[in-house]
């Protein structure tokens, strides 16, 4: 969905009760297709389970990403293995 992959980053250590900083979207990427949140979870395969923690946050569109953070899927209560699909879905 975007052109590069995340860069590295501080390998997932943060502050107890912070959100981890790293941009969940590289900045300088290029923006994918314009979809919604049903499509986008739709399209990669994610779960229901994923596609309800986004709705929850009102995340209607993935082009909303570039303004979330690495710590933010974990925030939303996404098992490990979702994240990696949300991460995988968007270097895709």
Known sequence: MYNQMPASHNGGHHAPGSVDPTPLI???????????????????????????AFCEQMIEHPNSFQYLMQGHLVDMNLAIGEVAAVQCAIAA
């Open 26 to 52: 590289p900045p300088g990427c290029t923006i994918g297709p314009d979809m919604d949140i049903v499509m986008f979870c739709d399209f990669y395969k994610l779960s229901s389970r994923v596609l309800k």
